[in-house]
């Protein structure tokens, strides 16, 4: 339809137009992601006096060196990893099997417990309701402070839930049914081998959310042994910046920083990378799996 | 004939709740499916929620939500009366409407772009690297921003200094907190953003368009008078929503750029029950706050779905 056959003057120097405008969205995007794998690679003098402003210039892994060396970024990183492992199972533990049960159309209460899930999107307890609570269960600084206090989210129920209204066939249930299976033995056996494709991608959702939270260890951890990765970076990130709050500098990370001033900004923009490495692995899953994602969630919403 | 189809209506009633148990006690296993489920809502929102009763109470963790005595509207008032209530409010609505206004429009506009784009490459390219950033943790933007924007280091004030300028202290500067934050912001979730409206222009049936160009429409009165339009229902339901969270900000960013230098307008609700609650162990009185900018919510919410279902037929509900 868009052949050049219709293709005026004016069409065309609109289309030039389109095209520089992504290009500059392109550009601003980029460069700043650019910049931090650059940063993190070159002579830090020359990173911090602008001279490295885009390709890497005396290229050093000192940085790296240095990051790798650090406890206690390995025992945030390890943390994190049990927080995203455990959390996730969790996560798909009562995500699925609720979302198959409301995907039932044979379900008695299907209405009330949806009612019941979607309520708390729009009415919640606020912070220091949901505070007292997990600290009333006795729940802080432990593991279970992590993965316990968000082990569903609506949204991802949903999702799961039109997954199964639209791929498993309603025969296939009847059929399961009268041959005499039990519910139990319909969903281990047929349902869950057919849905692979939906724990992908719930498996993704509730990881990424796990692997780059910090809130939820912000406030229900204070032993520094239990510190995700996230809060080990806003350490060295983030609180190392504020000079008149520093009294809270104790650990090791920070003393990292401290002790390499001239390779703090290296060292920062390292860890910046090091923090997202396992993200950007499975990012070109992410992309295809989110996206869907935000496509059923639109047709829902 | 009255009583006749009573009786019929109460054996029809007695079947159907004969049916119904007949249904529970079939599928007893679902409910075991959804046990899991259940038991996490009621313990991690449902409890909480009763909690919020502490707003007009003065909680005493060693009585609990139940045993702590009532005092009425005694929090609210005191925070409404603070000195620091305007402050707050003001730089709430100041940082959601600043937000709303930069950050609305810039998606619809890069889908509509991208969507003018036949070159399947470049299109998938601008794609795949304006929808990164939204996977990039909070903790890690903040940590670029604060570096980027250093006066002495940051790489954007070396451009600044090389364009012949005085560097700008950004992050020690309560005029810039607000700019920082929603630019950073449009950085992150722009191209994140298209995708809703992508999947909507991917429904416009192609017949208009070749309709349109027939009749000697340009490409650019196609988007404005085709796609545009399409994108409205979907436009609608994201500013209600938008408005509907004005007051409850993403503030997890917030609190990581806050510092005593931009405390004068980085100072928000959200943080403040933090500080107030959490850090200071005022539960009570910081329940209240935080309730107070719930209901300001909900009242928004409705009022908007209210306004929009009157003008343009597409509302929440």
């Known amino acids: 339809m868009d052949s050049n056959l219709y293709e005026t003057k004016r069409d065309k120097l609109f289309k030039y137009f389109v095209y520089f405008c992504l290009t500059i969205a392109l550009v601003a995007v980029l460069y700043p992601l650019i ?58 533990l009562v995500t699925i099997p609720a979302a198959y049960a409301l995907a039932r159309k044979d379900f008695y209460g299907r209405g009330f417990f949806t009612a019941l899930f979607v309520l708390t999107m729009f009415f919640t307890g606020g912070l220091i309701p949901t505070y007292l609570v997990v600290r009333d269960l006795g729940l802080i600084d432990s593991i279970w402070a992590m993965v316990l206090p968000n082990a569903a989210a609506v949204w991802n129920i949903v999702i799961a839930r039109v997954f199964f209204q639209s791929t498993i066939p309603r025969g296939l249930e009847e059929a399961a049914t009268i041959d005499g299976a039990s519910n139990f033995k319909l969903f281990f056996k047929i349902i869950l081998p057919l849905s692979a494709p939906i724990i992908a991608v719930m498996a993704l959702f509730y990881g990424v959310g ?20 996230q809060l080990v970076l806003r350490e060295i990130l983030v609180l190392q910046d ?23 900004a290296i060292i920062k923009y390292g860890v910046m990378i090091v923090s997202s490495l396992p993200v950007i ?21 | 004939m009255a009583s006749g189809s009573a009786v019929a209506n109460k054996e029809k009633n007695a079947a159907k709740r004969a049916s119904t148990f007949k249904k529970i006690i079939q599928n007893w296993q679902l409910y075991i499916f959804i046990l899991p489920a259940v038991l996490y809502f009621i313990i991690f929102h449902y409890v909480p929620m009763y909690g919020i009763q502490i707003a007009f109470k003065d909680y005493v963790p060693s009585l609990g939500f139940l045993g702590s005595e009532w005092v009425g509207f005694k929090h609210f008032e005191r925070f409404f009366d603070s000195y620091y209530f305007w402050d707050l409010l003001k730089n709430t609505l100041g940082i959601s409407v600043y937000e709303l206004i930069v950050g609305f429009p810039l998606p619809i506009i890069l889908a509509l772009l991208l ?3 036949k070159d399947g490459f470049y299109k998938r390219t601008v794609q795949t690297v304006t929808y990164a950033p939204h996977f990039i943790s909070v903790v890690v933007i ?44 449009v950085w992150q979730s722009t191209g994140w953003g298209t995708i809703i409206y992508l999947a909507a222009l991917s429904g416009v049936d192609p017949q208009q368009h070749e309709a349109a160009i027939v009749d000697g429409a340009s490409r650019f009165q196609r988007i404005m008078y085709i796609n545009i339009p399409t994108l409205v229902p979907t436009m609608v339901i994201l500013l209600i929503m938008n408005l509907g969270n004005i ?34 162990a005022q539960y009570s009185f910081a329940a209240a706050v935080g309730l107070f900018n719930a209901v300001i919510n909900a009242i928004l919410l409705v009022v908007v779905n209210q306004i929009a279902r009157k003008t343009s037929e597409t509302s929440l509900w």
């Open chain 1, 35 to 92: 910049y931090i794998i650059s940063a993190s690679i070159s002579n830090p003098a020359l990173v911090n006096s602008g001279k490295m402003w885009l390709w890497p210039k005396d290229i050093t892994f000192e940085g790296y060196r240095l990051i790798f060396g650090n406890d206690s970024i390995w025992q945030g990183y390890l943390m994190t990893v049990v927080y995203t492992g455990l959390g996730t199972l969790i996560n798909l």
């Open chain 1, 242 to 264: 504020m000079s008149s709050n520093n009294t809270n500098m104790t650990g090791e990370a920070a003393q990292l920083i401290h002790s390499n001033q001239q390779l703090a």
């Open chain 2, 115 to 117: 969507n003018e784009v």
């Open chain 1, 210 to 229: 796990h692997w780059n939270g910090y809130f939820n260890a912000l406030i229900y951890i204070s032993d520094r042994d239990l510190f995700p990765l």
């Open chain 1, 281 to 301: 692995i499975v990012y070109p899953f992410l992309q295809k799996y989110f996206v869907k994602g935000v496509m059923i969630g639109s047709l829902k919403g």
């Open chain 2, 142 to 185: 903040s940590g670029m921003i604060i570096a980027f924007l250093s006066p002495t280091t940051g790489i954007i004030n070396h451009f600044i200094s090389f364009l012949g300028f005085e560097p700008i202290s950004f992050m020690s500067d309560p005029k810039w907190f607000k700019t920082v934050y929603v630019l950073s912001g």
């Open chain 2, 247 to 280: 007051m409850a900000l993403g503030f997890e960013k917030i609190l990581l750029l806050q510092n005593p230098l931009n405390l004068e307008s980085s100072n928000v609700i959200a943080t403040f029950v933090y500080q107030a609650g959490l850090l200071d």
